[in-house]
């Protein structure tokens, strides 16, 4: 490195330019020419045509949510043989989530006093009133021990007769919740673009008290029934009725914001969330209530249903002089690729490289008292007046 210094020490100022020389080769020609079509073809084909990024492309979609079901159903219990949605809908306001009730057990007319734990409780089992520690709460159970053994159980202090501890029949599934109705509406709203839109495309009250989605003959209808959004999701309703399930209402927003808005819709889908359709899905509630001497009784439900996820998601895109620019750049750098490519193969691979390498670099001194433009071919030069 200190020997070639030595021998060259202005080399931090020298500069190098571009010389092109025309070779006649055909083969070489054919591969350069081959190189820009491909690059021309994946400029226009991939990044333009198919990728589409000439346009600015907004993902962070801003959304809302809101529900309201419709729909009653006969049903058998002890304070009610007809449910509406105020019955069956939880939570009561609509949001993008909600759980309506397809199957119960109830546990009526529960009092607070002492009683014996439940059997099929591994916890409550005792043989003796030493197994049972007063003032300690049954894990897994419904009460607090009171320190006695009864045949074999604990007693507890709670709400007497302790829950049902079966599993969910067909008897009591609701059967009309597979024609309750889910009215979703939503709001989206792309900040990048300002630019927002509703599901509601059909203002007509009149439509509304008709229409039921259908991918086919009322895609933008955003009123669906229960039945078809668990066997759009591939499974039997009768079947997911008995235990519940989840499931997920997909909302998915593509918009071409250089199009008519009139084209920017909603896309419905429907998917099973959970690995085992056995799983099923439920939670307790209670109703409270005082009997006819004021003393305060309770009948617990433990519910089984469809709980609904209701997800939004989407894309905006519009043209953007910028993104367009970098791309185009970005792309056509690849052509200085395909230079250097075929200066590589005619340097190395080609005959009489050494005739193109001798013409490709030449070096300038500064103590050459040729004019270099005097070294130029007589073809190359141009006649400048005044």
């Known amino acids: 490195m200190a020997h070639w210094c030595s021998r060259h020490p202005f080399f931090l100022f020298e500069y190098t330019t571009i010389k092109y020389v025309v070779t006649q080769n055909k083969k070489l020609g054919l591969l350069y020419r081959i190189l820009q079509l491909t690059v021309m073809g994946y400029l226009i084909g ?3 045509v198919t990728k589409k990024e000439y346009q600015a492309k907004d993902d962070t979609i801003e959304s809302s949510v809101r529900t309201k079901v419709k729909g009653v159903a006969r049903v058998n219990t002890t304070d009610s043989k007809l449910w509406g ?3 069956y809908v939880f939570p009561e306001q609509g949001e993008g989530f909600l759980f309506i009730t397809t199957n119960f057990i109830e546990t009526p007319n529960q009092k607070m006093g002492n009683c014996s734990e439940n059997p099929a409780i591994p916890n409550a089992k005792c043989t ?9 709460a049954v894990r897994a159970g419904n009460g607090i021990k009171t320190g006695l053994c009864i045949n074999g159980t604990c007693e507890i202090n709670g709400w007497c007769p302790t829950e049902k501890r079966e599993h ?3 008897d009591t599934v609701v059967r009309q919740a597979e024609n309750f109705t889910i009215y979703i509406r939503n709001f989206i709203r792309f900040s990048q673009f300002n630019f927002s839109k509703s599901n509601i495309l059909n203002k007509n009250e009149s439509h509304f008290k008709t229409c039921v989605y259908d991918e086919i003959a009322d895609p933008y209808c955003p009123i669906f029934r229960l039945g078809d959004i668990v066997s759009k999701a591939g499974h039997s309703f009768q079947e997911i009725a008995v235990k519940g399930g989840s499931f997920g209402v997909l909302i998915e ?16 889908s429907f998917l099973f969330l959970g690995s085992n359709k056995t799983d099923g899905y439920n939670f307790r509630f209670a109703k409270y209530f005082k009997d006819d001497a004021g003393q305060k ?3 617990l439900y ?3 249903g469809i709980h609904l996820n209701i997800m939004v998601f989407g894309t905006a895109r519009k043209f953007s002089i910028i993104k367009t620019i970098i791309n185009i750049a970005s792309v056509l750098t690849l052509m200085t690729a395909g230079s250097y490519l075929c200066d590589i193969i005619l340097l190395c691979m080609m005959k009489k490289n050494t005739a193109y390498r001798d013409s490709k670099f030449e070096r300038i001194q500064k103590n ?3 004019n270099p433009v005097e070294k130029m071919p007589a073809a190359l030069k141009r006649t400048f007046s005044l």
């Open 368 to 370: 050459d008292k040729e």
């Open 46 to 48: 991939w990044v333009f």
């Open 128 to 136: 003796k009133d030493e197994d049972c520690r007063e003032g300690e």
């Open 168 to 170: 969910p029949g067909p």
């Open 253 to 268: 927003w593509s918009c071409d914001l250089d199009k008519d808005a009139s084209n920017c819709n909603p896309h419905y």
């Open 302 to 304: 433990k519910v089984f």
């Open 85 to 87: 949605p105020e019955d």
């Open 297 to 299: 009784q309770r009948t």
